[in-house]
Nanobody, 115 residues
């Protein structure tokens, strides 16, 4: 089982930056994949970025060149560096882990980008 806790959300102006953190309850080198999803009001949850145990990354076209996912194995933490934020990035951001065939989710952190 994996518990995930996100932090780092908040209110930022257009063009600003935020860094989200996701702390896992177990060593992340044992977790197949981790990542970030987001859900805006009235919309479905969508993929933002993922990172595998081997370090491979994938991200949505809408955030390519602006968001970077990374991991610190020593701290059991995955990060999402978000730059050049836009109002359309406003959403609740959820940390995700895929471990031994199961999906785990954090409670989410709100990111609001003002225009």
């Amino acid at each position: 089982q994996v518990q995930l806790v996100e932090s780092g959300g908040g209110l930022v102006q257009t063009g600003g930056s935020l860094r989200l953190s996701c702390a896992a309850s177990r060593s992340i080198i044992t977790i197949n994949a981790m990542g970030w999803y987001r859900q805006a009001p009235g919309k479905e949850r969508e993929l933002v970025a993922t990172i595998t145990r081997g370090g491979g990354t994938n991200s949505a076209d809408s955030v390519k060149g602006r968001f970077t996912i990374s991991r610190d194995n020593g701290k059991n933490t995955v990060y999402l560096q978000m730059n050049s934020l836009k109002p359309e990035d406003t959403a609740v951001y959820f940390c995700y882990a895929y471990y031994l065939g199961y999906e785990y989710w954090g409670p989410g952190t709100q990111v609001t980008v003002s225009s």
